[in-house]
Protein backbone atom coordinates (compact mmCIF):
# COMPACT_ATOMS: atom_id res chain seq x y z
CA UNK A 1 0.00 0.00 0.00
CA UNK A 2 2.81 2.02 0.52
CA UNK A 3 4.43 2.13 -2.57
CA UNK A 4 1.31 2.74 -4.46
CA UNK A 5 0.54 5.45 -2.57
CA UNK A 6 4.08 6.64 -3.34
CA UNK A 7 3.79 5.51 -7.22
CA UNK A 8 0.45 7.39 -7.06
CA UNK A 9 -0.09 11.50 -8.12
CA UNK A 10 1.25 13.38 -5.39
CA UNK A 11 -0.86 15.95 -5.95
CA UNK A 12 -3.78 14.46 -5.05
CA UNK A 13 -2.36 13.53 -1.56
CA UNK A 14 -3.41 15.46 1.49
CA UNK A 15 -1.38 15.17 4.58
CA UNK A 16 -0.22 17.23 7.16
CA UNK A 17 1.71 19.49 4.45
CA UNK A 18 -1.52 19.44 2.12
CA UNK A 19 -4.38 19.91 4.99
CA UNK A 20 -4.99 23.61 3.65
CA UNK A 21 -4.60 22.95 -0.03
CA UNK A 22 -8.29 22.91 -1.92
CA UNK A 23 -9.74 20.03 -2.61
CA UNK A 24 -13.17 21.44 -4.49
CA UNK A 25 -12.96 20.77 -7.53
CA UNK A 26 -14.73 24.06 -8.70
CA UNK A 27 -15.43 25.43 -12.20
CA UNK A 28 -14.77 29.06 -13.42
CA UNK A 29 -18.44 29.65 -13.53
CA UNK A 30 -19.03 28.49 -9.88
CA UNK A 31 -16.23 30.97 -8.89
CA UNK A 32 -17.65 33.87 -11.11
CA UNK A 33 -21.24 32.97 -9.49
CA UNK A 34 -19.53 33.81 -5.88
CA UNK A 35 -16.80 36.46 -6.67
CA UNK A 36 -16.89 37.85 -9.56
CA UNK A 37 -18.66 41.54 -8.54
CA UNK A 38 -16.09 41.65 -5.88
CA UNK A 39 -13.05 40.99 -7.97
CA UNK A 40 -14.50 43.88 -10.20
CA UNK A 41 -14.56 46.05 -7.82
CA UNK A 42 -11.01 45.41 -6.77
CA UNK A 43 -9.61 45.64 -10.24
CA UNK A 44 -10.96 48.85 -10.72
CA UNK A 45 -9.44 50.06 -7.24
CA UNK A 46 -6.25 48.33 -9.01
CA UNK A 47 -7.20 51.11 -11.88
CA UNK A 48 -7.85 53.64 -9.67
CA UNK A 49 -5.52 54.22 -6.65
CA UNK A 50 -2.88 51.81 -7.78
CA UNK A 51 0.61 53.11 -9.30
CA UNK A 52 0.98 49.81 -11.04
CA UNK A 53 -2.31 48.89 -11.70
CA UNK A 54 -2.53 51.89 -13.74
CA UNK A 55 0.70 51.53 -15.58
CA UNK A 56 -0.39 47.92 -16.53
CA UNK A 57 -3.18 49.35 -17.52
CA UNK A 58 -1.65 51.83 -19.56
CA UNK A 59 0.28 49.28 -21.21
CA UNK A 60 -2.85 47.53 -22.15
CA UNK A 61 -4.20 50.58 -24.01
CA UNK A 62 -0.16 51.77 -25.68
CA UNK A 63 0.52 47.64 -26.91
CA UNK A 64 -2.97 46.56 -27.96
CA UNK A 65 -4.16 49.54 -29.89
CA UNK A 66 -1.11 51.84 -29.68
CA UNK A 67 -1.33 55.77 -31.02
CA UNK A 68 -3.04 55.33 -34.19
CA UNK A 69 -5.03 52.31 -34.04
CA UNK A 70 -5.59 48.88 -35.88
CA UNK A 71 -4.58 49.43 -39.58
CA UNK A 72 -7.17 48.09 -42.16
CA UNK A 73 -6.17 46.16 -45.60
CA UNK A 74 -9.36 45.53 -47.71
CA UNK A 75 -8.11 42.05 -49.60
CA UNK A 76 -11.13 41.92 -52.90
CA UNK A 77 -10.55 39.33 -55.07
CA UNK A 78 -11.44 39.47 -58.58
CA UNK A 79 -13.02 35.84 -59.00
CA UNK A 80 -8.71 34.90 -61.34
CA UNK A 81 -7.40 35.82 -57.66
CA UNK A 82 -6.08 38.60 -58.18
CA UNK A 83 -6.18 42.19 -56.44
CA UNK A 84 -9.16 44.34 -57.39
CA UNK A 85 -7.28 47.44 -55.86
CA UNK A 86 -10.32 50.05 -56.95
CA UNK A 87 -12.68 48.13 -55.36
CA UNK A 88 -10.40 47.80 -52.59
CA UNK A 89 -9.73 51.36 -51.87
CA UNK A 90 -13.13 52.08 -52.21
CA UNK A 91 -14.32 50.04 -49.42
CA UNK A 92 -11.33 51.23 -47.20
CA UNK A 93 -11.96 55.12 -47.77
CA UNK A 94 -15.28 54.44 -46.49
CA UNK A 95 -14.85 52.35 -43.74
CA UNK A 96 -12.20 54.74 -42.39
CA UNK A 97 -14.56 57.70 -42.86
CA UNK A 98 -17.27 55.78 -40.88
CA UNK A 99 -14.14 55.84 -37.97
CA UNK A 100 -14.15 59.06 -37.77
CA UNK A 101 -15.19 60.71 -34.51
CA UNK A 102 -18.77 61.78 -34.51
CA UNK A 103 -19.93 58.91 -36.66
CA UNK A 104 -18.31 55.90 -35.26
CA UNK A 105 -20.54 55.68 -31.82
CA UNK A 106 -23.15 56.78 -30.19
CA UNK A 107 -21.73 59.67 -28.03
CA UNK A 108 -20.33 61.01 -31.09
CA UNK A 109 -17.41 61.50 -28.89
CA UNK A 110 -14.89 58.99 -29.92
CA UNK A 111 -13.07 57.68 -32.91
CA UNK A 112 -12.38 54.16 -33.64
CA UNK A 113 -9.15 54.37 -32.40
CA UNK A 114 -10.31 55.97 -28.66
CA UNK A 115 -13.35 53.65 -28.90
CA UNK A 116 -10.92 50.29 -29.46
CA UNK A 117 -8.41 51.78 -26.57
CA UNK A 118 -11.40 51.83 -23.76
CA UNK A 119 -12.92 48.76 -25.21
CA UNK A 120 -9.63 46.56 -24.29
CA UNK A 121 -9.09 48.94 -20.97
CA UNK A 122 -12.68 47.94 -19.69
CA UNK A 123 -12.03 44.23 -20.64
CA UNK A 124 -8.86 43.72 -19.14
CA UNK A 125 -9.64 45.92 -16.06
CA UNK A 126 -13.38 44.62 -15.52
CA UNK A 127 -13.31 41.48 -17.18
CA UNK A 128 -15.13 42.35 -20.14
CA UNK A 129 -17.09 45.10 -22.08
CA UNK A 130 -20.54 45.17 -24.03
CA UNK A 131 -20.69 46.44 -27.75
CA UNK A 132 -24.20 47.52 -29.08
CA UNK A 133 -24.65 47.44 -32.98
CA UNK A 134 -27.31 50.62 -32.66
CA UNK A 135 -29.14 51.18 -36.39
CA UNK A 136 -31.68 53.89 -37.29
CA UNK A 137 -31.66 56.80 -39.61
CA UNK A 138 -30.46 59.25 -36.63
CA UNK A 139 -27.06 57.07 -36.40
CA UNK A 140 -25.15 58.58 -38.56
CA UNK A 141 -23.91 58.44 -42.43
CA UNK A 142 -24.16 54.95 -42.27
CA UNK A 143 -27.22 54.64 -40.26
CA UNK A 144 -24.82 52.57 -37.93
CA UNK A 145 -22.95 52.77 -35.04
CA UNK A 146 -21.74 51.15 -32.07
CA UNK A 147 -22.57 52.11 -27.98
CA UNK A 148 -19.96 50.58 -25.34
CA UNK A 149 -21.35 49.02 -21.80
CA UNK A 150 -19.62 48.20 -18.76
CA UNK A 151 -20.20 44.16 -18.30
CA UNK A 152 -22.15 45.23 -14.80
CA UNK A 153 -25.02 46.00 -16.32
CA UNK A 154 -25.19 42.38 -16.38
CA UNK A 155 -26.92 41.38 -13.41
CA UNK A 156 -24.29 38.10 -11.49
CA UNK A 157 -27.97 37.13 -9.42
CA UNK A 158 -30.18 37.11 -12.16
CA UNK A 159 -30.54 33.42 -12.98
CA UNK A 160 -33.60 31.36 -14.37
CA UNK A 161 -34.27 28.20 -16.50
CA UNK A 162 -36.93 29.13 -18.99
CA UNK A 163 -40.25 27.29 -20.28
CA UNK A 164 -38.55 27.16 -23.53
CA UNK A 165 -35.48 25.05 -22.29
CA UNK A 166 -32.89 28.47 -22.39
CA UNK A 167 -31.44 29.24 -19.64
CA UNK A 168 -30.34 32.72 -17.83
CA UNK A 169 -26.92 32.89 -16.64
CA UNK A 170 -25.36 35.58 -14.73
CA UNK A 171 -27.70 38.03 -17.61
CA UNK A 172 -26.81 36.20 -20.20
CA UNK A 173 -29.98 34.23 -21.75
CA UNK A 174 -28.08 30.57 -23.27
CA UNK A 175 -29.48 28.18 -25.67
CA UNK A 176 -29.35 24.53 -24.60
CA UNK A 177 -25.92 24.51 -26.45
CA UNK A 178 -24.81 26.98 -24.06
CA UNK A 179 -24.63 29.67 -27.59
CA UNK A 180 -25.70 33.04 -26.10
CA UNK A 181 -28.70 34.41 -27.75
CA UNK A 182 -29.87 37.63 -25.70
CA UNK A 183 -28.77 39.66 -23.39
CA UNK A 184 -30.55 40.90 -19.93
CA UNK A 185 -29.24 43.91 -19.54
CA UNK A 186 -30.23 46.33 -16.27
CA UNK A 187 -32.18 49.30 -17.05
CA UNK A 188 -30.28 52.38 -15.35
CA UNK A 189 -33.47 55.10 -15.39
CA UNK A 190 -33.86 58.00 -13.18
CA UNK A 191 -31.10 58.43 -11.15
CA UNK A 192 -29.75 54.91 -10.98
CA UNK A 193 -26.64 56.15 -12.95
CA UNK A 194 -25.66 58.78 -9.97
CA UNK A 195 -26.01 56.57 -7.55
CA UNK A 196 -25.48 53.00 -8.72
CA UNK A 197 -28.56 51.65 -7.48
CA UNK A 198 -29.03 48.36 -8.94
CA UNK A 199 -32.10 47.83 -10.81
CA UNK A 200 -33.97 44.63 -11.28
CA UNK A 201 -35.68 45.38 -14.05
CA UNK A 202 -33.85 44.06 -17.01
CA UNK A 203 -33.88 44.86 -21.17
CA UNK A 204 -33.71 41.92 -22.89
CA UNK A 205 -31.39 42.61 -26.43
CA UNK A 206 -30.84 39.71 -28.89
CA UNK A 207 -27.30 38.53 -29.19
CA UNK A 208 -27.69 39.74 -32.91
CA UNK A 209 -26.77 43.25 -31.66
CA UNK A 210 -24.10 42.61 -29.04
CA UNK A 211 -20.36 41.94 -29.21
CA UNK A 212 -19.30 40.47 -25.50
CA UNK A 213 -15.90 40.93 -25.44
CA UNK A 214 -13.97 38.62 -23.01
CA UNK A 215 -11.50 35.92 -23.35
CA UNK A 216 -12.41 32.83 -22.38
CA UNK A 217 -10.69 30.85 -20.05
CA UNK A 218 -13.03 27.12 -19.54
CA UNK A 219 -15.67 25.65 -22.03
CA UNK A 220 -19.29 27.72 -21.77
CA UNK A 221 -17.70 30.48 -19.76
CA UNK A 222 -20.30 32.47 -18.92
CA UNK A 223 -18.70 36.02 -18.29
CA UNK A 224 -14.97 37.49 -18.44
CA UNK A 225 -12.51 37.36 -15.66
CA UNK A 226 -10.47 40.69 -14.77
CA UNK A 227 -7.27 40.37 -16.29
CA UNK A 228 -5.42 40.81 -13.06
CA UNK A 229 -7.44 38.46 -10.49
CA UNK A 230 -4.28 36.17 -10.05
CA UNK A 231 -1.93 39.43 -8.95
CA UNK A 232 -4.37 41.73 -7.72
CA UNK A 233 -3.77 40.52 -3.63
CA UNK A 234 -0.37 40.86 -4.02
CA UNK A 235 -0.84 44.58 -5.44
CA UNK A 236 -2.95 44.82 -2.31
CA UNK A 237 -0.42 44.06 0.40
CA UNK A 238 2.46 45.50 -1.86
CA UNK A 239 0.35 48.50 -1.25
CA UNK A 240 0.15 48.34 2.27
CA UNK A 241 3.58 47.58 3.23
CA UNK A 242 5.19 50.34 1.02
CA UNK A 243 2.45 52.92 2.96
CA UNK A 244 3.39 51.41 6.11
CA UNK A 245 7.39 51.82 5.26
CA UNK A 246 6.59 55.13 4.04
CA UNK A 247 5.30 56.39 7.10
CA UNK A 248 8.16 54.56 9.15
CA UNK A 249 10.44 56.82 6.84
CA UNK A 250 8.99 59.57 7.82
CA UNK A 251 8.63 59.22 11.05
CA UNK A 252 12.45 57.45 11.37
CA UNK A 253 13.18 61.39 9.31
CA UNK A 254 11.67 63.28 12.33
CA UNK A 255 13.99 61.76 15.20
CA UNK A 256 11.26 62.25 17.83
CA UNK A 257 12.10 61.72 21.69
CA UNK A 258 10.45 61.42 24.92
CA UNK A 259 11.30 62.74 28.50
CA UNK A 260 11.57 59.82 30.53
CA UNK A 261 11.28 61.19 34.54
CA UNK A 262 14.47 59.92 36.18
CA UNK A 263 13.99 61.08 39.98
CA UNK A 264 10.47 59.70 41.26
CA UNK A 265 10.90 62.72 43.66
CA UNK A 266 10.76 65.14 41.11
CA UNK A 267 7.63 66.99 39.94
CA UNK A 268 6.36 68.32 36.91
CA UNK A 269 8.73 71.86 35.91
CA UNK A 270 7.48 74.66 36.79
CA UNK A 271 5.84 77.27 35.10
CA UNK A 272 8.34 80.38 33.73
CA UNK A 273 7.61 83.51 35.46
CA UNK A 274 4.46 85.95 34.12
CA UNK A 275 2.55 82.69 32.66
CA UNK A 276 -0.97 82.21 33.46
CA UNK A 277 -1.69 78.59 34.53
CA UNK A 278 -2.14 76.43 37.26
CA UNK A 279 1.65 76.85 38.40
CA UNK A 280 3.01 73.88 35.66
CA UNK A 281 5.07 74.15 32.76
CA UNK A 282 3.21 74.45 29.56
CA UNK A 283 4.40 74.09 26.28
CA UNK A 284 6.30 77.11 27.02
CA UNK A 285 7.72 75.65 29.64
CA UNK A 286 10.88 73.78 29.92
CA UNK A 287 9.91 70.89 28.30
CA UNK A 288 11.64 70.96 24.80
CA UNK A 289 9.07 70.66 22.63
CA UNK A 290 10.40 71.53 18.98
CA UNK A 291 13.87 71.52 17.21
CA UNK A 292 15.70 74.67 15.28
CA UNK A 293 19.28 74.28 13.75
CA UNK A 294 21.81 75.72 15.72
CA UNK A 295 19.83 76.20 19.24
CA UNK A 296 20.45 74.05 22.72
CA UNK A 297 17.91 73.71 25.56
CA UNK A 298 18.12 72.81 28.98
CA UNK A 299 16.75 69.42 29.56
CA UNK A 300 14.65 70.08 33.18
CA UNK A 301 15.59 68.65 36.74
CA UNK A 302 14.97 65.46 37.10
CA UNK A 303 14.64 63.90 33.45
CA UNK A 304 16.07 62.55 30.97
CA UNK A 305 15.98 62.30 27.29
CA UNK A 306 14.91 58.61 25.32
CA UNK A 307 15.47 58.86 21.46
CA UNK A 308 12.61 57.29 19.17
CA UNK A 309 15.08 56.30 16.30
CA UNK A 310 13.39 53.55 14.02
CA UNK A 311 15.32 52.11 11.39
CA UNK A 312 12.68 50.52 9.24
CA UNK A 313 12.43 50.54 6.38
CA UNK A 314 15.55 48.58 6.63
CA UNK A 315 17.87 46.66 4.02
CA UNK A 316 15.36 43.97 3.76
CA UNK A 317 13.37 46.46 2.11
CA UNK A 318 14.47 46.60 -1.69
CA UNK A 319 14.91 42.57 -2.03
CA UNK A 320 11.30 42.25 -0.47
CA UNK A 321 9.80 44.57 -3.10
CA UNK A 322 11.44 43.42 -5.96
CA UNK A 323 10.77 39.65 -5.17
CA UNK A 324 6.61 40.84 -4.60
CA UNK A 325 7.30 43.32 -8.59
CA UNK A 326 8.14 39.87 -9.59
CA UNK A 327 5.82 38.11 -8.53
CA UNK A 328 2.62 40.79 -9.49
CA UNK A 329 4.85 40.95 -12.96
CA UNK A 330 4.30 37.44 -13.55
CA UNK A 331 0.50 37.64 -12.64
CA UNK A 332 -0.33 40.09 -15.24
CA UNK A 333 2.00 38.60 -17.82
CA UNK A 334 4.04 41.36 -18.47
CA UNK A 335 7.69 42.01 -18.39
CA UNK A 336 9.18 42.75 -14.80
CA UNK A 337 10.89 46.47 -16.65
CA UNK A 338 7.98 46.84 -18.18
CA UNK A 339 5.52 47.01 -15.10
CA UNK A 340 8.39 49.16 -12.64
CA UNK A 341 10.64 50.51 -15.43
CA UNK A 342 13.54 49.05 -12.75
CA UNK A 343 16.12 48.35 -15.77
CA UNK A 344 19.35 48.31 -12.83
CA UNK A 345 18.70 43.89 -12.88
CA UNK A 346 18.73 43.56 -16.41
CA UNK A 347 21.07 43.06 -19.36
CA UNK A 348 20.93 43.13 -23.25
CA UNK A 349 19.89 39.23 -23.45
CA UNK A 350 17.35 39.10 -20.69
CA UNK A 351 15.39 42.28 -21.86
CA UNK A 352 15.63 41.19 -25.34
CA UNK A 353 13.72 37.79 -24.01
CA UNK A 354 10.97 39.44 -21.41
CA UNK A 355 10.52 41.43 -24.39
CA UNK A 356 9.90 39.67 -26.92
CA UNK A 357 7.59 36.94 -25.16
CA UNK A 358 5.53 39.78 -23.42
CA UNK A 359 4.99 41.21 -27.20
CA UNK A 360 3.78 37.73 -28.56
CA UNK A 361 1.25 37.91 -25.58
CA UNK A 362 0.33 41.28 -27.01
CA UNK A 363 0.11 39.98 -30.27
CA UNK A 364 -1.91 36.82 -29.20
CA UNK A 365 -4.87 39.47 -27.70
CA UNK A 366 -4.66 41.71 -30.92
CA UNK A 367 -5.27 38.61 -32.68
CA UNK A 368 -8.60 38.20 -31.07
CA UNK A 369 -9.70 41.59 -31.23
CA UNK A 370 -8.92 41.97 -34.51
CA UNK A 371 -11.66 39.04 -35.17
CA UNK A 372 -14.25 41.05 -33.33
CA UNK A 373 -13.28 44.02 -35.58
CA UNK A 374 -13.59 41.95 -38.71
CA UNK A 375 -17.33 40.39 -37.12
CA UNK A 376 -17.85 44.29 -36.84
CA UNK A 377 -16.55 45.31 -40.51
CA UNK A 378 -19.01 42.84 -42.06
CA UNK A 379 -21.86 44.44 -39.86
CA UNK A 380 -20.93 48.03 -40.97
CA UNK A 381 -20.52 46.70 -44.50
CA UNK A 382 -24.06 45.66 -44.84
CA UNK A 383 -25.27 49.31 -44.36
CA UNK A 384 -22.48 51.11 -46.24
CA UNK A 385 -23.33 49.31 -49.19
CA UNK A 386 -26.44 50.78 -49.44
CA UNK A 387 -26.67 54.01 -47.52
CA UNK A 388 -22.81 55.68 -48.13
CA UNK A 389 -22.85 57.51 -51.35
CA UNK A 390 -19.31 56.52 -53.07
CA UNK A 391 -20.80 52.49 -51.97
CA UNK A 392 -23.95 52.43 -53.51
CA UNK A 393 -22.54 51.88 -57.27
CA UNK A 394 -20.99 48.62 -55.76
CA UNK A 395 -23.52 45.37 -56.59
CA UNK A 396 -24.66 43.77 -53.17
CA UNK A 397 -24.66 40.31 -55.08
CA UNK A 398 -20.83 40.92 -54.62
CA UNK A 399 -21.01 41.34 -50.66
CA UNK A 400 -18.60 38.66 -49.99
CA UNK A 401 -15.58 39.97 -52.34
CA UNK A 402 -16.35 43.11 -50.54
CA UNK A 403 -16.09 41.56 -46.98
CA UNK A 404 -12.72 41.10 -47.16
CA UNK A 405 -10.98 42.85 -43.71
CA UNK A 406 -7.15 42.15 -42.64
CA UNK A 407 -6.65 44.35 -39.33
CA UNK A 408 -3.72 44.18 -38.00
CA UNK A 409 -2.09 45.80 -34.71
CA UNK A 410 0.70 47.55 -33.99
CA UNK A 411 4.30 46.69 -33.68
CA UNK A 412 7.50 48.05 -31.93
CA UNK A 413 11.16 48.59 -32.83
CA UNK A 414 13.55 46.06 -31.63
CA UNK A 415 16.26 46.18 -29.38
CA UNK A 416 18.82 46.17 -31.46
CA UNK A 417 16.90 47.32 -34.72
CA UNK A 418 20.25 47.81 -36.81
CA UNK A 419 20.77 43.69 -36.01
CA UNK A 420 17.00 42.96 -37.29
CA UNK A 421 17.34 44.89 -40.60
CA UNK A 422 20.04 43.06 -41.56
CA UNK A 423 18.16 40.07 -40.66
CA UNK A 424 15.33 41.15 -42.80
CA UNK A 425 17.77 41.41 -45.41
CA UNK A 426 19.45 38.29 -45.54
CA UNK A 427 15.51 36.32 -45.30
CA UNK A 428 14.69 38.49 -48.42
CA UNK A 429 17.81 37.44 -50.34
CA UNK A 430 17.25 34.27 -49.42
CA UNK A 431 13.80 33.73 -50.70
CA UNK A 432 12.44 32.76 -47.10
CA UNK A 433 10.32 35.87 -46.14
CA UNK A 434 8.54 38.42 -48.40
CA UNK A 435 9.09 42.34 -48.22
CA UNK A 436 5.64 42.49 -47.75
CA UNK A 437 5.35 40.57 -44.69
CA UNK A 438 8.51 42.04 -43.20
CA UNK A 439 6.14 45.45 -43.74
CA UNK A 440 3.28 43.89 -42.03
CA UNK A 441 4.79 42.66 -39.24
CA UNK A 442 5.72 46.05 -38.69
CA UNK A 443 2.51 47.27 -38.37
CA UNK A 444 1.61 48.83 -41.91
CA UNK A 445 0.37 47.79 -44.95
CA UNK A 446 2.32 46.98 -47.32
CA UNK A 447 0.64 48.78 -50.38
CA UNK A 448 1.06 51.99 -48.38
CA UNK A 449 4.73 51.59 -48.38
CA UNK A 450 5.11 50.44 -52.01
CA UNK A 451 2.88 53.76 -52.93
CA UNK A 452 5.13 55.94 -51.13
CA UNK A 453 8.24 54.58 -52.24
CA UNK A 454 7.19 54.84 -56.31
CA UNK A 455 6.14 58.69 -55.26
CA UNK A 456 9.93 58.72 -53.58
CA UNK A 457 11.02 57.41 -57.13
CA UNK A 458 9.06 59.86 -59.32
CA UNK A 459 11.20 62.67 -56.90
CA UNK A 460 14.30 60.84 -58.22
CA UNK A 461 15.22 59.23 -54.48
CA UNK A 462 17.03 56.33 -54.51
CA UNK A 463 15.31 52.88 -54.02
CA UNK A 464 15.97 50.70 -51.16
CA UNK A 465 17.49 47.35 -52.00
CA UNK A 466 16.59 43.99 -50.51
CA UNK A 467 19.52 41.82 -51.07
CA UNK A 468 22.14 41.25 -48.58
CA UNK A 469 24.06 44.31 -48.92
CA UNK A 470 25.80 46.00 -52.50
CA UNK A 471 24.13 48.57 -54.74
CA UNK A 472 20.78 50.70 -53.56
CA UNK A 473 19.28 50.17 -56.55
CA UNK A 474 15.84 48.47 -57.65
CA UNK A 475 12.58 49.58 -57.61
CA UNK A 476 9.28 49.30 -55.20
CA UNK A 477 6.79 46.72 -57.07
CA UNK A 478 4.25 48.49 -59.13
CA UNK A 479 1.71 46.22 -57.73
CA UNK A 480 1.08 42.99 -55.89
CA UNK A 481 -0.86 40.72 -55.03
CA UNK A 482 0.31 39.61 -51.57
Not at 253 to 269: H, L
Amino acid sequence: MHGGHRRGFQAGVTDRLTSKWTTTDETVNMSLLRHLRAMRARSRDFARNNEYGRKFFSLVRTHVVGPVGFTLKVDCRRPDGTVDKADSQLIGAAYRRWGRRGNFDVTGRLSETQFDALALIMVARDGEALVRVVEGRDRGPHRIQLQLLPGHLLDEDHNRDLANGHRIRMGVEFDAFMKPVAYHLRVMDGSADMHGTASQRYQRVDASEIFHLFIPEEIDQWRGVPWAYVALRDAKHLDQFDEAALVAANVGAAKMGFFQQKDPEAGPPMQVDGEEGDGYASDRGDFVSSAEPGTFDIIPDGYELKEYDPTYPNEVYDPFTRNVLRRLSTGLLVANHSLTGDLTQVNFSSIRAGTLDERDMWKTIQGWYAEIKAEIFERWLGRALIHDAELKRLPFTKFDKFNAPVFFGRRWDWVDPSSDAAADRESVALGVRSRAQIIRESGRDPDEVWAELQVEAGMGMAQPHAGGGGSSGGSAPAETTD
